[in-house]
């Protein structure tokens, strides 16, 4: 599984826009970047899942550039609810093992 | 369509002890996971199953056996529990990767959690 680097913590306001860039240098071609969200207290919960360019939906965007060795999650206009842990996992896409680092925690603030 | 649920969801044992944790899920997943998470850590793959009557070894199996005995069930049990086994238990189940020939998104749908402590 490749190795994914990311914050170790972000913090941001409600309203604000918050960006969590997400570094996988050795992905492989068959690789997908898929991001997970974790409350505290709650098993972690997919958010969105991408291969390149852009993926959307109704909770965020996933931004992967040509290179595909980073990728950005985004969160548009942030609540207090959207405090949580964030990790980004790299999987193959035969694959069906995730592994977690230790995420990125966002403390979104009033 | 209750997801995922896990029993119990807490557990207080003594070294030496032996429990089982159980794994329930009504989506009819092929695939299931045990894992655990240790404070500010991310979840470490413990053993998984990609169907009934099978299992395997993931990351930190050391200590820890499962059983899959049915289709919807995955069970973990710890024979001689440690202190070193106090974490807090996900399980989760999901599709495999390509069902039939359309390919599913690497989505796990994760349980509540059993948060265990070994005295």
């Known amino acids: 599984l490749a190795k994914t680097t990311q914050p170790i913590s972000m913090d941001s306001y409600e309203g604000q826009e918050v960006n969590i860039t997400c570094s996988h240098n050795?992905?492989?071609?068959?690789?997908?970047i898929t991001w997970y969200q974790q409350f505290p207290s709650q098993g972690p919960r997919f958010i969105i899942q991408?291969?390149?360019t852009k993926v959307t939906n109704e909770v965020a965007s996933l931004f992967i550039p040509a290179d595909r060795k980073s990728s950005t999650l985004s969160l548009p206009r942030v609540s207090l609810s959207d405090t949580a842990v964030y990790y980004c996992?790299?999987?193959?896409?035969?694959?069906?093992?995730?592994?977690f680092g230790a995420g990125t925690t966002v403390t979104v603030r009033a | 369509n209750a997801g995922v649920t896990q029993t119990p969801k807490f557990r207080v044992l003594k070294t030496g002890q032996s429990m089982t944790l159980l794994c329930a899920q009504d989506m009819n997943h092929e695939y299931m996971y045990w894992y655990r998470q240790d404070p500010g850590m991310g979840l470490r793959l413990i053993h998984y199953?990609?169907?009934?009557?099978?299992?395997a070894k993931g990351e930190v199996p050391d200590g820890y056996n499962v059983s899959r005995l049915k289709k919807q069930n995955f069970l973990l049990g710890l024979e001689s529990a440690a202190p070193s086994q106090t974490s807090v238990y996900f399980c989760a189940s999901s599709l495999p990767r390509t069902s039939g020939r359309i390919r599913t998104r690497n989505e796990q749908f994760f349980g509540p959690g059993t948060r265990l402590t070994v005295l």
């Open positions: 991408g291969y390149k």
């Open positions: 050795n992905i492989a071609t068959n690789d997908y």
């Open positions: 199953s990609v169907g009934e009557g099978t299992t």
């Open positions: 996992l790299v999987a193959l896409s035969n694959d069906y093992k995730l592994s």
